[in-house]
């Protein structure tokens, strides 16, 4: 169940404009404001208490000190400055914005001029990750039940950053000491507490490193490929805990040449064997978006889920 709190035609005078003297002189705007909460207004209606919803009072101030005190040239550039305060101080799950100058400097306007977002906290987490996640795992991110997760090679760790800002519970391994403390610093700097690292070189010889038993909710892997590894991820999962994994084909390194190495990329179907004892949730082989958007690699992609331990026999 999800209920909402409205906050219709807040006012203020704000410093808003392109031009240096429309933004001399402060200026009438407005916004309304529609904040999605998943479960909290059912728990104040029934213990009359403020601290199980959100005090829109506070929402209301928040905005005006933004609105008033900061100077902007953009609607688009406050209209985010407001988005990023909300959702950092207040458990919004969505925000619909109207932003708008109320007299605008503008010949035959009679009402008013603005922009209109709406926005997730997902969505606002993505955007603003720095760098952001695969966007494998975010297309994704629905079938990982909110618990520990294991990310594998994590290197400076943008997924484990980004999970962690979303509430998952992340151990990051790799044999990067320095990506790794990297990563602390990134964790540190966004005030993320539930994260653990260890250094672990994952291509020891035997004997093989130790991921654990049945311990993770979900692992992920991105961009790495070591073969005899894979029973040991499978084992680290808890039954019907899921394996997120994406690397590259064979294709990649013809067309791309990269990886160097052919032995570091996937045939086809390969993947598929390689966790032949998972449940297959998702699979698709082929071209995909690349980092950084504007290019395409050829990967696999697999979601997969580990079977529920059978129970005694009768």
Not at 108 to 133: E, N
Not at 213 to 237: G, S, T, W
Request: hydrophobic letters at 40%.
């Amino acid at each position: 169940m999800s209920g909402h709190i409205v906050i219709e035609q807040l006012e203020f005078r704000g410093r808003c404009g392109v031009t240096p003297e429309e933004r001399a002189r402060p200026q009438p705007l407005a916004v309304d404001l529609d904040f999605e909460l998943d479960g909290r207004l059912e728990a104040a209606g029934l213990s009359d208490d403020l601290v199980h919803t959100i005090d829109y009072a506070k929402v209301a101030q928040h905005v005006i000190d933004i609105g008033t005190l900061q100077e902007s040239h953009l609607l688009e550039t406050l209209a985010e400055r407001l988005l990023a305060a909300l959702f950092d101080e207040f458990p919004i799950g969505r925000i619909k914005l109207w932003l708008r100058k109320l007299h605008p400097p503008i010949s035959f306007v009679t009402r008013s001029v603005g922009i209109r977002i709406d926005r997730t906290r997902l969505a606002q987490q993505v955007l603003h990750a720095d760098p952001p996640p695969a966007q494998f795992l975010v297309q994704q991110l629905h079938r990982l039940l909110k618990g520990k997760v294991l990310d594998v090679a994590s290197g400076s760790g943008r997924h484990t950053l980004f999970l962690a800002s979303l509430g998952y519970q992340v151990e990051a391994v790799d044999r990067d000491e320095q990506a790794l403390a990297q990563l602390s610093a990134g964790a540190r700097a966004r005030r993320l507490t539930d994260i653990s690292s260890r250094v672990l070189d994952l291509e020891q010889p035997p004997p093989e490193p130790n991921l654990g038993h049945e311990a993770y909710d979900a692992v992920l892997v991105f961009f790495y490929l070591n073969r005899p590894l894979f029973p040991y991820l499978i084992d680290a999962l808890k039954p019907s805990g899921v394996l997120l994994y994406e690397t590259f084909t064979v294709d990649n390194h013809v067309q791309h040449r990269h990886p160097k190495r052919r032995e570091f990329c996937l045939a086809p179907c390969e993947l598929l064997s390689l966790t032949s004892g998972l449940r297959i949730l998702h699979y698709d082989e082929g071209s995909h978006e690349g980092a950084s958007g504007l290019e395409s690699v050829y990967t696999a992609q697999l979601v997969a889920q580990k079977p529920l331990a059978p129970g005694p026999s009768i």
